[in-house]
């Protein structure tokens, strides 16, 4: 079992900054990805950003959070952090955590999620 454990959501006013961290554990041979998705009340749960655990680390971001938002990582806390800044409105939504596993050398990676954390950016 893999357990993603997401922290740093809040409110904050619009144009401030938050630091969403998430934490996985458990059963975990390598981590192949990690990223965050967000949902609005009455919206689809949309990408937000993913960073490659790998060497090199590639990243990418939706369109809306470019140049705003910065995703990282620490392989060693297999852990990974999103850096918000210069909040919108049109931010607030729940976030969730995401996570490609592999449990061992022997199996493909499977799909984790959080339980969300909430972030609202007030106008």
């Known amino acids: 079992q893999v357990q993603l454990v997401e922290s740093g959501g809040g409110l904050v006013q619009a144009g401030g900054s938050l630091r969403l961290s998430c934490a996985a554990s458990g059963t975990i041979f390598r981590i192949n990805a990690m990223g965050w998705y967000r949902q609005a009340p009455g919206k689809q749960r949309e990408l937000v950003a993913v960073?490659?655990?790998?060497?090199?680390?590639?990243?990418n971001y939706a369109d809306s959070v470019k140049g705003r938002f910065t995703i990282s990582r620490d392989n060693a806390k297999n852990t990974v952090y999103l850096q918000m800044n210069s909040l919108k409105p049109e931010d607030t939504a729940a976030y969730y955590c995401?996570?490609?596993?592999?449990?061992?050398?022997?199996?493909?990676?499977?799909?984790?999620w959080g339980q969300g954390i909430q972030v609202t950016a007030s106008s």
């Open positions: 960073i490659i655990t790998g060497a090199g680390g590639s990243t």
């Open positions: 995401n996570a490609l596993v592999q449990g061992s050398a022997y199996r493909g990676p499977s799909e984790h």
